[in-house]
């Protein structure tokens, strides 16, 4: 359905099928995967799948089908293929002892490359915070890139990186947000998307992390732990100029406020309401 809304054509199998119990594309080697996966959902059949040959890092909780999607998709990947696929913020960091035993192994494995934490309210149909895996069989220097990133990991905190407002209850991504993370990934691989300019860590934003940065913090993978506080450059006021100033606004704030009240009362008092 998702393809014919879209006009586009795509060989979805022979018959109806199911990604992880009757999988119509057991023979692919995809080199380029982008998968949205439905975020975690319990009833998968995972009893039936105990020993099936895609959970190279580990089996999968019953209760949750994040780490078999990851799993899934990698299996189906060329020698050097990737993936990127959108999961539950709770994936990066779950501490359930199964999901966390497979994201260690994928990391010491190295088949993680970026991560990007999402804004909240980017999607029309559910709150549920989320975020982006990028997966990579081969982080070396080759077709992927033009830098060796082996034993390391992009993250990227886009959590405040949507500009554009839709409606009260969504935001949204510009050009220009999707621009500035799309050339941090770009620049970090030196690929030929790059605008040729460096790649730096940033603040708050991006951060090129080692593999020992990861194992120093229990193999999480939420970007905030990484990227640090964003940079704020100094006004140069003398502080106590500074605090003169903002308690004398903070006085004048309080006396408009006590004045709004006495406003308030009078008018219910004159509605026949005492207080």
Not at 56 to 61: D, E, K, M
Not at 77 to 92: C, E, I, K
Not at 170 to 190: C, K, P
Request: overall charge negative; charged content about 25%.
């Amino acid at each position: 359905m998702n393809l014919a809304v879209h006009g586009l054509e795509g060989n979805i199998g022979q018959t109806y099928g199911s990604t992880f119990t009757n999988d119509q594309h057991k023979t692919l080697r995809a080199d380029y995967i982008l998968a949205n996966p439905p975020f975690n959902i319990s009833d998968w059949e995972a009893e039936k799948l105990q020993d099936d040959p895609r959970w190279v890092h580990g089996i999968p909780p019953k209760g949750n089908a994040n780490y078999a999607w990851l799993q899934h998709m990698l299996a189906r990947l060329s020698s050097r293929g990737r993936a990127g696929v959108v999961l539950a913020n709770g994936s990066m960091s779950s501490q359930q002892s199964a999901e966390s035993e497979i994201r260690q192994d994928m990391i010491i494995k190295d088949v993680v490359e970026c991560m990007v934490a999402l804004p909240g309210q980017l999607f029309s149909n559910t709150q549920i915070p989320a975020c982006l895996w990028f997966l990579s069989r081969d982080k070396r220097i080759g077709p992927n890139g033009k830098a060796d990133r082996s034993n390391q990991i992009l993250f990227i905190d886009a959590r405040k990186s949507a500009s554009s407002r839709i409606s009260r209850t969504q935001v949204e991504f510009t050009d220009a947000d999707m621009t500035r993370i799309a050339q941090t990934y770009h620049r970090w691989r030196n690929t030929v998307f790059s605008d040729g300019e460096p790649y730096e860590d940033v603040p708050g934003f991006c951060y090129s992390a080692s593999y020992e940065d990861v194992q120093k913090h229990g193999f999480l993978l939420t970007p905030g732990r990484y990227v640090g506080a964003e940079e704020v450059e100094g006004d140069d006021e003398p502080f106590g100029e500074k605090m003169d100033r903002l308690t004398e606004q903070l006085v004048s704030q309080i006396a408009e406020r006590n004045a709004i009240e006495q406003v308030i009362l009078q008018r219910l008092k004159g509605m026949g309401y005492e207080f």
